[in-house]
């Protein structure tokens, strides 16, 4: 079992719709959780960031967190074209905050106008 | 501002042979990681230096191995290349401020060298 799993997708969605991202953990121990947006031939580039459990809502984004299920999600409303990339989800544990993030494989988003 | 820059963005090795990625982090970071991204997986973190020491390693191999110049800038570097390093490099930079969610520790990534082994 991989540390960091997510459903590679494709997802594809018509514009303005509501999308769900998801990726579930094994390791117990991680506290920090983000979430990076992935362009074609870009580096990733951060759009969230959560520590512990909970709700953060950024504008059309919202990450949550359930430590207790290992279970983390990104919401995005009214998607837009612009949305179309791949989204990894990365985590970390208190030990290697700031050094060695975990990230998923990656779901790859396309928002269709 | 400048970003994370890394040179070269593409580059054609045999395998066998060595090869030198560089990276400038972003202006204020003083601590540079690397990670490598094969096609449709997530980035695997290699190393990450600081203060001009290796600081963590991830799973890689010892043909893997790195340096942090004075000026916070950092090379990876890949001995003996197998056709399997072929992948997506990535330095990212960040601030070594401590710990803690006060912390976001949020790694810059640069666009990244895209290197094929044949």
């Known amino acids: 079992q991989k540390e960091v799993e997510q459903d590679p997708g494709p997802l594809s969605v018509p514009e303005g719709a509501i999308v769900s991202l998801n990726c579930t953990y094994s390791n117990s121990a991680f506290q920090y959780f983000m979430w990076y947006r992935q362009y074609s031939r870009k580096g990733p580039e951060l759009l969230m960031y959560t520590y512990s459990s909970g709700n953060k809502e950024d504008g059309r984004f919202t990450a949550q967190v359930d430590k207790s299920s290992k279970y983390i999600s990104l919401f995005i409303r009214d998607s837009q074209p612009s949305d179309s990339a791949t989204y990894l989800c990365?985590?970390?544990?208190?030990?290697?905050?700031?050094?060695?993030?975990?990230f998923g494989p990656g779901t790859r988003l396309s928002v269709l106008p | 501002d400048a970003g994370v820059t890394q040179s070269p963005t593409h580059l054609i090795k045999t395998r066998g042979q060595q090869v030198t990625l560089r990276c400038s982090p972003k202006?204020?970071?003083?601590?540079v990681s690397w990670y490598q991204q094969a096609l449709g997986q997530g980035p695997q973190f290699i190393f990450q230096?600081?203060?001009?020491?290796?600081?963590q390693r991830g799973n890689f191999p010892d043909r893997f191995s790195g340096h942090q110049f004075p000026n916070y800038s950092s090379e990876l570097n890949v001995n003996a290349l197998l056709l399997g390093d072929s992948a997506l490099y990535l330095c990212?930079?960040?601030?070594?401020?401590?710990?803690?969610?006060?912390?976001?520790?949020?790694?810059?990534f640069g666009e990244g060298s895209r290197l094929t082994v044949l």
């Open positions: 202006s204020g970071h003083d601590t």
């Open positions: 990212a930079s960040s601030l070594a401020t401590g710990t803690g969610p006060a912390n976001t520790g949020e790694l810059f």
């Open positions: 230096y600081y203060e001009e020491e290796e600081r």
């Open positions: 990365a985590m970390s544990a208190p030990e290697n905050y700031g050094q060695n993030f975990v």
